[in-house]
């Protein structure tokens, strides 16, 4: 069974250009989580998708970031205009529901100049 | 918001010297607690999932252990191949809170 994919793996962009990430969760999972890792601070919580819908986008920080799930399948996150405190690495995790297990995919390192 | 800490913050350890690490969490009502390990430039592998306080699991050099307050990540003659950074997480909401993490190096 294949795991959560991410693509891409890194993305060197500079300040306020566009960036888009995806994310491909485990086939039959519900429920997609974004999530992200700052330099030297531990993972965050973004956003909740079950299926198409948003359950929880607490975490964006900001009205520069935007998660859809189109579908109730892949997920993209979009950064525009990208800062340079966007930096980090994004995770996708997902679940076979609310609690349960989140299986993380390997990442997006995302490094604005 | 719920709080998870962990400690050390690093700890390296001579191949076969175990030894454990620890999580404290700050949650009503726990509804699990999730054992992660990561490697370099790698997303989170799940490990374990412990309930209730006093329950254990296990994995060949691993064993995780919960009490009402904290929960710890027991290594039994480790191998340089558990050097990772080994994160905790609880369920807050719909979404998973994290530890920092404790970065583990085992020498050979």
């Known amino acids: 069974e294949a795991g959560v994919t991410q693509f891409p793996s890194h993305s060197v962009i500079e300040k306020g250009q566009t960036v888009t990430l995806r994310c491909d969760p485990i086939s039959g999972h519900d429920n997609l989580y974004w999530y992200r890792r700052v330099m030297g601070k531990e993972i965050k919580f973004l956003l909740h998708?079950?299926?198409?819908?948003?359950?929880?986008e607490s975490g964006m920080p900001n009205n520069r970031f935007l998660a859809e799930r189109t579908g109730g399948t892949y997920s993209t996150l979009k950064v525009q205009p990208a800062e340079l405190e966007d930096s980090g690495v994004y995770f996708c995790?997902?679940?076979?529901?609310?609690?349960?297990?989140?299986?993380f995919g390997p990442g997006t390192r995302l490094l604005v100049l | 918001e719920d709080q998870v800490t962990q400690s050390p913050e690093a700890l390296r350890l001579q191949e076969g010297e175990s030894s454990s690490l620890n999580c404290s969490y700050t949650?009503?009502?726990?509804?699990?607690l999730f054992w992660y390990r990561q490697d370099p430039g790698k997303g989170p592998e799940f490990l374990f999932t412990l309930y209730s306080a006093g329950e254990e699991k296990e994995k060949e050099r691993l064993k995780a252990t919960l009490t009402k307050k904290e929960s710890f990540l027991h290594i039994t003659a480790p191998k340089p191949e558990d050097s990772a950074t080994y994160l905790c997480?609880?369920?807050?909401?719909?979404?998973?809170?994290f530890g920092p993490g404790t970065r583990l190096s085992v020498l050979p």
């Open positions: 995790a997902s679940s076979q529901g609310y609690g349960k297990t989140q299986y």
């Open positions: 998708f079950v299926k198409e819908s948003k359950q929880d």
């Open positions: 949650v009503s009502g726990l509804r699990g």
């Open positions: 997480a609880v369920p807050y909401g719909q979404n998973f809170v």
